[in-house]
């Protein structure tokens, strides 16, 4: 399936946000698994995945052309 | 009221006297007088927001004014709350202002934050994002969060019911907190002064949204904001389950997962003239937790190079010194690097982390009596 990945702040260092099409996951908790594998600096951040722009709280099933956002904490002021 | 200081406002269509008067009645504590909190305040004031309490605890410094915008040159040195509440209530004497000279704690919080109907936090760290945040979820503090990294900024309100009655915090993005220097804060990775700017002149447009019942606040929304392509992207929060904040004002004060009263972190912060005295001790190791690249370069004969991203693989070796001192640029991986140790040598070893870094010090690490 296809999906876009909008990635900010670190995030964006490791992952660039882009069209990424990515084979055999169904649902987030799987394309977290796939992209920490693919990236593995990933695994080492806090960050957290929005799906179609809402943050996501439990494990989503994904379709084709989905946006999933990832999110790191900020906290300079 | 005298109305012509705020006509251009009271004018707008949907504001009026009315929302002028609200503003007039609204209580606003704005805590962290920084790159967030000055236009933050400055806005706030100016708008005649009635009464404004600013929580700081730090003094001006040099590297502090391309961003913190009420300050001036001859102010560095003095206290922000002290100059900030000069210069506000000159740009506005008709309001009250309040300084709160003191660092946020969970003995201190919640008194602070009754005398207040809206939080604005503009802080720039995540111990005390995190206290706020329980605060102000324990009292339903409606609480604008304002953040900012790099080029990049984050916004949203929190603890106010949507039109679905719900309400979320900012456990409900992230329920648990990074542990010390694992994401990078403005002293390490830089910010534009303008970003804090944007921000917190978005912030205070939020308050006083929320103030007057203007528009649609950022109820259980993140904003973020990117300045270099000048993008806005907004994400829906909903509720978590995976966490447990207390219910009552004793269970908050018995709560131990903020690092200030968190146990044992015992290892010590040091500066420059304590550190030249550890020297003299017979079994001390300084340690520069700096990655390779890293200037000014320090006398590898007496500062040991062990970078963060090497970290790990060091703690495994058994370091024979009795007192160990870290340092690095700013003081913020040091204080990463002093934790790590003391989890491994618990109360066996001294462990110290150099406050400030190097930048702070830069004078007694390029004398050349520092060689020897």
Redesign the interface.
Do not use: K
């Given at each position: 399936m296809e999906l876009e990945i909008i990635s900010f702040g670190k995030i964006a260092e490791v992952i660039q946000s882009q069209q990424l099409k990515i084979p055999d996951v169904s649902n987030t908790e799987e394309l977290k698994i796939y992209l920490e594998k693919s990236f593995p600096l990933l695994s080492k951040m806090k960050y957290k995945l929005a799906l179609n722009k809402t943050i996501v709280q439990e494990n989503l099933e994904l379709k084709n052309n989905d946006t999933v956002a990832l999110m790191p904490p900020f906290s300079g002021g | 009221m005298k109305t012509e200081r705020y006509d251009r406002q009271i004018i707008l269509q949907g504001f009026g006297e009315k929302a002028q008067s609200l503003l007039s009645a609204a209580r606003v504590l704005v805590i962290?007088a920084?790159?967030?909190?000055c236009p933050i305040l400055q806005y706030l004031v100016a708008a005649g927001t009635g009464h404004i309490g600013i929580v700081d605890d730090d003094t001006i410094a040099l590297s502090n004014l391309q961003r913190q915008i009420l300050f001036s040159t001859a102010d560095v040195g003095k206290l922000k709350t002290i100059v900030a509440v000069e210069r506000l209530q000159e740009m506005n004497p008709e309001i009250e202002i309040k300084p709160f000279n003191l660092r946020i704690q969970k003995n201190n919080i919640l008194e602070l934050l009754k005398m207040y109907d809206i939080i604005v936090d503009?802080?720039?760290?995540?111990d005390s994002?995190y206290l706020i945040n329980d605060a102000c979820t324990l009292l339903k503090k409606p609480l604008i969060f304002?953040?900012?990294?790099?080029y990049?900024?984050?916004l949203a309100i929190f603890n106010v019911k949507d039109h679905q009655g719900k309400a979320t915090n900012y456990r409900?993005?992230?329920p648990v907190p990074?542990q010390a220097g694992?994401?990078?804060?403005?002293a390490e990775?830089g910010?534009l002064g303008v970003l804090?700017g944007i921000i917190g002149t978005m912030a205070a447009a939020e308050a006083i949204k929320m103030i007057t019942g203007s528009g649609k606040p950022l109820i259980n929304i993140?904003l973020?904001y990117?300045l270099l392509n000048q993008e806005q992207?907004?994400?829906?929060?909903?509720?978590?389950?995976?966490y447990n904040l207390p219910t009552t004002e004793d269970d908050f004060l018995k709560m131990n997962n903020h690092h200030d009263l968190e146990s044992p972190s015992t290892y010590i912060e040091v500066d420059a003239i304590q550190m030249r005295a550890l020297q003299q001790l017979p079994s001390t190791l300084l340690i520069d937790v700096r990655e390779r690249h890293e200037v000014p370069a320090l006398d590898p004969a007496t500062y040991v190079k062990v970078p963060m991203s090497e970290f790990d693989t060091f703690l495994n070796t058994d370091i024979q010194e009795e007192n160990i001192l870290l340092l690095c640029q700013h003081g913020i991986r040091s204080v990463a690097a002093a934790e790590a140790l003391q989890e491994k040598y618990g109360h066996s070893k001294k462990i110290y982390s150099l406050k400030g870094g190097i930048v702070k010090w830069r004078d007694h690490f390029l004398t050349p009596s520092n060689e020897r």
């Open positions: - | 962290g920084g790159g967030l909190g503009g802080t720039d760290n995540f994002r304002a953040a900012v990294s790099g990049e900024g984050q409900d993005i992230f990074p694992e994401i990078p804060n403005c990775n910010v804090p993140l973020h990117n992207y907004q994400m829906h929060i909903t509720p978590a389950t995976d």
